[in-house]
């Protein structure tokens, strides 16, 4: 990462400088490396200068912060990133860099392909995204794709960092949900087969539910007409639930999202899990009987507002009882070192009792974050978009993706933080023009590979002896400034557990190298050795362009 080589030099012209005397022995701070609020002040700065300064004068030495700074940069290593540096204000250092420096690295980024911006944070640490999650009770609705595409996108973020991250969706395949949905199945199914079956009284009325109960007939006939009803409702389950699942994994891999695991409810119980956990909270003193019910004492670990029911006055399990299941089946049975899970922002009132859930099973808190997201709004026409075309009743994530498109979908739903609504214009998202965003840097990717189309074979040019020190035009030093920004974009989505500035810089690396473009020849028969740097420029700019859209799961393509 840049800043790493900055904050290594530094370190460097500080060791130097107390080596031959000009700083009195002190233990070395930590060098924080930082870009300034404004551009005209360089591309980094540090304050390093007055941490040494108090350091020194903690020491017995007092110095002056500004004379350090000038002590420092007279240090600076000749062959590093730096180029040059200004003292400002108090003893703040503004760094800039090298143009030698940054025009070297238009070949490394080549060389790095698909690794470009990848850098190893997390040194292996093994992370879990749980994300989507819905019930498995029919398609899922419009408005998780937002938490399919943050989910996703995010772990390709802590997976170009280093992390080893697994993706997981949790099936809700034991509550009272899935029971009225296998309820209300059973009623489609018999009335199809002509019997007079009424739909439970809170069942599922989606039109989907004709359909699964087609594909039962179609495989099995009136078989389950012959049997008590109970057990034909408990036979369709793994049935039906198959069916589901199949469906929301062709719906989110229309997304492009895929799910390293798909963890079911349903073994938390089979396993004996559950049970193990309620005896162990109960011998913790964690549980109370109340009103007939059995309650965790959440007020116990954490401030909440009340406690929380486990099991129901009629004996049943609540979702909170395996929820509390789950999570230490996650830390301490598998072992993971933090977890995310991704829920709609009404589920905020999940976030401190999952807290106290944690301090029970002996974990840091700390190392679950429940991730919350706000609403989409799709809108047409200037008019909010409500009801399925096809079904009129629920507008689904593939629905969506089939009018749209995979990359205007997951573009538009990234292009915000997490907390914030949104509004998807449903008409601008398929506009082939510079309004539409992902258009714009898609477009952007398609005229670099013509650009090397034309110029001759991709590989050549990577791997042509250009004379990179002829990149010395202010248009292309800016685009490889730009360019070299990706690993802390990458850092930021991460910090912020949101990869929204993505889309924001993927948008902005377009504008440079359309700037670039515009203001540099890049093939000139005249100045062939100039052509071959500018070229290789441009191939850097394509593997930047790729792999920013690759974190966000949009398509680079090579022609538009």
């Known amino acids: 990462m840049v800043r790493d080589e900055i904050r290594k030099a530094i370190t460097q012209a500080l060791n130097a400088a107390q080596q031959d005397g000009r700083l009195a022995p002190f233990a070395l701070p930590a060098v924080d490396v930082q870009r300034p609020k404004q551009a005209d002040h360089g591309d980094y700065a540090t304050n390093v200068a007055m941490v040494a300064a108090a350091a020194l004068k903690k020491a017995g030495t007092p110095a002056n912060p500004r004379e350090i700074a000038q002590t420092i940069a007279d240090h600076v290593p000749a062959d590093g990133p730096i180029g040059s540096v200004e003292i400002a204000g108090p003893g703040f250092i503004n760094i800039r860099l090298a143009d030698r420096w940054l025009q070297q690295q238009t070949r490394a980024i080549v060389a790095e392909g698909p690794e470009f911006g990848h850098f190893n944070r997390g040194q292996g640490a093994r992370w879990m995204v749980e994300f989507v999650s819905a019930n498995p009770t029919g398609p899922i609705h419009y408005g998780g794709a937002r938490n399919a595409a943050l ?15 697994s993706r997981e969706f949790y099936v809700n395949d034991a509550g ?14 018999a009335q199809l087969l002509g019997r007079d079956e009424p739909l439970p009284a809170d069942g599922y009325q989606g039109e989907y ?13 009136d078989r389950f007409l012959q049997m008590d009803k109970a057990d034909a409702i408990e036979q369709l389950k793994p049935l039906s639930e198959a069916q589901v699942l199949t469906g929301l994994e062709q719906e989110l891999g229309s997304m492009g999202v895929y799910f390293d695991r798909w963890f079911h409810e349903q073994d938390l119980y089979a396993s004996g899990l559950v049970q193990r956990i309620l005896d162990r909270l109960q011998a913790q003193d964690d ?7 059995l309650w965790f004492r959440a007020t116990k670990y954490a401030k909440v507002d009340k406690d929380e029911v486990v099991i129901r006055s009629s004996g049943a399990p609540t979702y909170f009882a395996s929820d509390i299941a789950y999570h230490y089946n996650k830390f301490v049975e598998r072992g993971f070192e933090r977890v995310i899970n991704v829920l709609a922002v009404d589920h905020q009132g999940h976030v ?17 974050t429940l991730l919350l997201y706000n609403l989409v709004r799709l809108v047409r026409d200037g008019q909010e978009v409500r009801m399925s075309k ?5 507008l689904t994530i593939g629905e969506v993706v089939e009018d749209v498109g995979k990359d205007a979908v997951r573009f538009n739903l990234l292009s915000r933080s997490p907390e914030s609504t949104i509004d998807f214009d449903l008409d601008l998202a398929i506009q082939e023009s510079n309004d539409n965003p992902v258009f714009y840097v898609q477009y952007g990717h398609a005229r670099i590979c013509s650009i090397l ?14 004379d990179v020190t002829l990149l010395t035009h202010p248009a292309e030093l800016t685009l490889l400034r730009k360019l070299l920004e990706l690993e802390e974009q990458i850092e930021l989505a991460i910090d912020k557990l949101s990869p929204h ?23 000139d028969p005249d100045r062939p050795a100039l052509s071959q740097a500018r070229l290789l420029l441009a191939r850097a700019a394509q593997v930047g362009l790729q792999n920013v859209l690759a974190l966000l799961g949009v398509s680079a393509p090579t022609s538009m």
């Open 151 to 165: 989910g996703d996108s995010l772990a390709n973020c802590l997976s170009a960092a280093g992390y080893a991250v």
């Open 176 to 189: 009272t949900q899935f029971n009225i949905f296998a309820a209300t199945l059973y009623a489609r199914y």
């Open 209 to 221: 539910m004709l359909g699964y109960a087609q594909n039962i007939i179609a495989e099995y006939g």
């Open 287 to 293: 549980l109370v009987h109340k009103d007939g019910a």
């Open 352 to 368: 401190p009792r999952m807290a106290a859930v944690m301090s029970a099973i002996g974990q840091d808190p700390a190392k679950l």
């Open 390 to 394: 096809r079904k009129g009743n629920l």
């Open 453 to 466: 189309a034309k110029a001759g074979d991709e590989q050549a040019i990577a791997s042509a002896d250009g």
């Open 501 to 523: 500035n993505l889309t924001h810089y993927a948008v902005a690396l377009t504008q440079v190298f359309n700037a670039f473009y515009r203001d540099c020849r890049v093939i």
